[in-house]
């Protein structure tokens, strides 16, 4: 996968907090890869996308990594 490959749109996204047709593509790249599932010696590359509504939320970041979290480690998310 190349950088394109991670912020090239895809006919299946959605915002990752509400499910809502996505405006921006993100990339987070946990400090602890070992922490969302990954191998510690190895970066983790996460690609997700975000609303404008979402995007303007406070405390995107935290509610980013939450929601990536729980999905890496089976957890159901249900959009309100």
């Known amino acids: ?3 394109h490959d991670l912020k ?5 996204d959605k915002c990752l907090l509400c499910g809502g047709v996505p ?3 993100g990339i987070f790249v946990p400090d ?3 922490a969302f599932g990954g191998h510690k010696e190895k970066a983790r590359i996460i690609r ?7 995007r303007a939320m406070p405390g ?3 509610k980013i990594e939450k ?3 729980a999905e890496i480690f089976g957890a159901v998310v249900y959009y309100e």
Do not use: A, F, W
């Not at 090239?8 to 299946?12: A, D, F, I, M, Q």
């Not at 997700?48 to 979402?54: A, F, L, R």
């Open 1 to 3: 996968m190349t950088l």
């Open 32 to 34: 602890d890869p070992g």
């Open 48 to 54: 997700y996308c975000v609303c404008s509504t979402c």
């Open 67 to 69: 929601v990536i979290k």
């Open 60 to 62: 995107l970041q935290e």
């Open 23 to 25: 405006d921006v593509i």
């Open 8 to 12: 090239t749109p895809l006919s299946g």
